[in-house]
């Protein structure tokens, strides 16, 4: 009988060099990072600081955190709403085998990553410069960033459709766009909702940063209340985001798990 | 009889006889790194004739069939239907004339996610547009048609179900009603029995059989079974090595010759 082969696998050469300049990068890193385990433990005193005098969390405001924190979240879904929309669009120019040719199929492939690649808080700020300070910058933020999030995603979820119905509706003559209204769509839907939903997800714990630049939301009244040494109430706009962060999240997968079943 | 008798007795024949739906000229296709699928069928096929396509697997019985309508576009060779050819049509042509023409497919290729009613009512779409891209768009005498479609698969009851929760017969059903709402004059289905239980494809044969012969529609069918080639056609075409390797009408006796033909 022959010998029990090992159990793990001794790498080559290729792998053990691929290996070391792996770690190498990793220890680079740290290195440029500026990683400093005394600057941290110096930091301790202070951030217990910082717990000590945000708790108890500070309520007088809350009729003011809650109305930041409606409009944070309006935000979110306005963004997602608008973004979701538009994503369509641009989800079927560049899906594979349905885009009307490579060159458009490219440009939306660009548009998309374009969107996607630029950080949400920095298309903030470009909306700041554009249309002013307060929550329609922070809205057009959030579209943008659900464009490229949900763009690729849609894409990807219609490239994925089954091919039998399609083949089945250019057997009834139907037209390229009548091929996705009846077949693509409806098959790409649970991923397309899906994709939809985390980024409403994403979009709502994007809003609560895009305060930070004047995008409007609850993130102004945090950043004040942690200019002003104000952690106590900090500390209530804090778990305000938190609540509902974690409502949308769970909302979410709810929603998810009954439209893909 | 003489000659001349005989000559005469043919063109009385030929001129009473249907005229051709269907024409196949020395038809290729070659998939990229292969070898020919198709290399140089031909044959025709009369109206209302009902016709089984057999051969071994990869023998290019779907490429044919999908030929036909040019959801495969072939190298060479023509195809016409109700003699007209359709390499020179434009995709608007083209798109009204694949709505003459039902196609069943093997996996039935229904809309999962959508209505029974919305998948029949798909099946007007050559002609009615975007007024048949759902149930709830289309105008009240194209969801009438597509509930009689139904009524005569004999699914009518279940026009709200969503096709993913059919049994493999019904789904089957639901895309022949499919393939009805088109008003088709030939039917063409891709070994439509194949994906079912023995007793679920007879059932579906017989019901092609019998639409197709009410209806007048010209049928062509792929199969593997023999029994449903002799029970359900008139005439059988067999493929071999990308040709015509069989043409006889379809008689008991040619059972024998159908074992050796897939031996």
Redesign the interface.
């Known amino acids: 009988m022959p010998d029990l082969p090992p159990r793990f696998a001794r790498p080559g050469p290729a792998g053990f060099a691929i290996a070391a300049g792996a770690l190498a990068l990793v220890v680079s890193a740290i290195g440029g990072a500026g990683v400093s385990p005394t600057a941290f433990a110096e930091g301790l005193p202070a951030l217990a600081r910082f717990l000590v005098q945000a708790f108890p969390p500070d309520p007088s405001r809350l009729p003011n955190i809650l109305g930041a924190l409606i409009e944070t979240f309006q935000m979110a879904i306005a963004g997602t709403a608008f973004g979701v929309l538009a994503a369509v669009p641009f989800g079927i120019l560049a899906a594979r085998g349905l885009a009307p040719g490579r060159l458009v199929q490219g440009a939306a492939r660009a548009v998309i990553a374009l969107c996607r690649t630029i950080p949400d808080l920095v298309w903030g700020l470009i909306f700041v410069v554009a249309v002013g300070l307060g929550p329609f910058a922070g809205t057009l933020a959030l579209a943008v960033d659900t464009i490229g999030y949900c763009g690729r995603f849609f894409a990807e979820a219609m490239e994925e459709a089954?091919r039998?119905?399609q083949?089945?509706?250019?057997?009834?003559?139907?037209?390229r766009i009548?091929i996705i209204?009846?077949?693509v769509l409806?098959?790409a839907?649970?991923g397309m909702i899906a994709a939809a939903l985390f980024a409403l997800e994403k979009a709502t714990r994007a809003s609560v940063v895009l305060g930070l630049v004047g995008a409007g939301g609850i993130g102004v009244e945090l950043k004040v209340a942690m200019d002003l040494f104000n952690y106590a109430e900090a500390a209530t706009i804090l778990i305000c985001v938190f609540v509902l962060v974690l409502a949308v999240e769970q909302a979410s997968q709810a929603l998810r798990l009954r439209i893909i079943a | 009889m003489t000659a001349a008798a005989l000559a005469a007795e043919r063109r009385a024949a030929a001129a009473s006889a249907p005229p051709i739906a269907v024409e196949v000229q020395e038809l290729r296709k070659r998939f990229p790194g292969g070898q020919p699928v198709l290399d140089g069928v031909s044959f025709a096929v009369r109206q209302g004739q009902s016709v089984a396509l057999i051969g071994a697997n990869g023998a290019g019985k779907s490429t044919l069939l999908r030929c036909l309508v040019r959801l495969i576009e072939p190298d060479d060779g023509a195809v016409l239907l109700f003699g007209r050819p359709l390499r020179p049509l434009g995709p608007r042509a083209l798109r009204r004339l694949r709505s003459t023409v039902g196609m069943v497919f093997q996996r039935h290729n229904l809309v999962p996610r959508l209505s029974v009613l919305t998948n029949v009512v798909h099946g007007a779409i050559g002609r009615s547009g975007p007024g048949a891209w759902a149930q709830a768009l289309a105008p009240r005498a194209v969801r009438a048609e597509a509930l009689a479609c139904l009524d005569r698969v004999g699914l009518a009851d279940l026009a709200d179900r969503r096709a993913d929760t059919l049994s493999g017969g019904q789904s089957q059903r639901v895309a022949i009603a499919r393939a009805l709402m088109q008003r088709p004059r030939l039917l063409l289905a891709d070994e439509p029995a194949a994906s079912l239980d023995p007793a679920a494809g007879s059932e579906v044969m017989t019901l092609f059989e019998r639409l197709a012969r009410e209806d007048g529609i010209t049928l062509i069918f792929t199969t593997h079974a023999m029994a449903h080639a002799l029970a359900h056609a008139e005439r059988v075409l067999g493929l071999r090595a990308g040709r015509i390797a069989l043409d006889e009408p379809a008689r008991p006796a040619l059972a024998a010759q159908l074992e050796r033909f897939f031996a």
């Open positions: 089954e039998g119905p083949e089945a509706l250019a057997a009834v003559g139907a037209s009548g209204a009846c077949a409806p098959s839907l649970p």
